[in-house]
């Protein structure tokens, strides 16, 4: 029952976002939604029943973002007790932010790392628990070093979709961890899932023909309700901060990168 309990789901016009806001407003959250567009928010809005609003939030942009985390703070004066960095986009081609970044790492990193640095004293008044989606992909990503600098992420010429998806997706695991760890007193705990295959529109960059992208998503991948078991059970949970979480909803031990913990501290420091 989460009557009387605020949730944040970003990315949640699709997928696995669709499917984890249906399960917070089905246990009775008021749910603030995000998507990219107006167009999308009112389709979220529609196909999601319960007391949900919706905010248009766009990553690659952090003046969108920091618009986006003063409407969502003002929703709800008794802070937000539940909040889910969902949103993202895999293997795209090279793009930048419109703050100059590469589109994967701002979208599925900065965009949150921003957000929830905004969010925090709404968070810290709840007490919050919240939830990175990250995903076993991290274990493609290069040594730290080699994408540290805007330059390197940015180098369009050594540009590796799956590399620079892998390093962002590292950087949620271990934004999850640093995280825990600056808010231990606060009482805000962070966790960090691979939430597996999951229909929706994570393969719209794929090269693949459409057909068969569809085929593979109905034969092999997530229904959204069954994956988004694995994003909600730390938020209604308790676990120990910075637990990490397979399918079917299960804690498992993470990788030795992701755990790492100068790292998460250094990352922390350089996405400030």
Known sequence: ????????VTGASSGLGLGVARGLAGAGATVVVTTRSAAKCAATLRAVEGDVKCVVMELLSLRSVYKAAQQMSSISQKGIDL????AGIMASPFALSEDGLEAQFQTNHLGHFALIRALLPALRTARARVVFVSSVAHYLAPAAEELWTAERLNDKK???RWGWYGWSKLCNALTARELSRREAASG???HAVHPGAVRGNLLRFSRLPRVLVRLMERLFYWDPETAALTVLRPLVEPFDAGTYFVPIARPWPSSARAADRELA???WAASE
């Open 158 to 160: 050594r540009y590796d």
């Open 265 to 267: 501290a250094r990352l």
């Open 83 to 86: 909040c889910v960095l969902n």
């Open 188 to 190: 805000v705990v962070a």
């Open 1 to 8: 029952d989460l009557k009387n309990k605020t949730a944040v």
